[in-house]
């Protein structure tokens, strides 16, 4: 990806965002958020015009395809609406960052991959070569990260570019410090 002239002094952040595993909760998870936040405030400041953002939303195959056992799968066609939905959440998912950067005048780009996320993310880090990437950390606790995985650690270790992992406040943490 060649950088155009008027990018040429502007600092591009690449954010990794997920959706809330917090059932019944279809928006933006608290880590990524916090991690969003943290950047704005942190790092772009006042100087909107200097940063770029690149939000990246990685949708993890599933392995069965189901996501809700209580629907009913009777026909092909259910199945390619149930990969609709995925696309559309993901898409509603990077319209709620979109739509804040625009509100604030920051520029940005949004695009939704399959995978796995650590894979992907770190991948997509090569290929755009961002200045930074930001990935929001539930902060677990070392049981709990074996169990869970985590995908912040993946990319401290892997991506090839700076890696700032913003860990949720303790006052943002749901009962099941898993979910986000």
Known sequence: METTEPEANVTRIMLAVNESSIKGYPHASISSRGAFEWTIQKIVR??????KLLFL?????????F???????????DFKTMKHRDQTRGLHLLE??????????????AWVK?????EVICRQAKRMRPDLLVVGNRGLGPFQRVIAGT????????AECPVVSIK???G?????????
């Open 96 to 109: 709620y960052f979109v739509t804040r950067c625009h509100e604030i005048g920051v520029a940005c780009e």
């Open 151 to 158: 995908v912040s650690e993946f990319c401290v270790k892997h």
């Open 46 to 51: 006042s100087n909107t015009s200097g940063f």
């Open 114 to 118: 399959e995978g796995d996320p650590k």
């Open 67 to 77: 996501e809700d056992m209580d629907s009913i799968y009777a026909f092909p066609e």
């Open 57 to 65: 939303h990685v949708q993890a195959p599933r392995e069965d395809g």
């Open 172 to 180: 943002e943490t749901p009962r099941d410090p898993v979910d986000d």
């Open 168 to 170: 949720r406040s303790p």
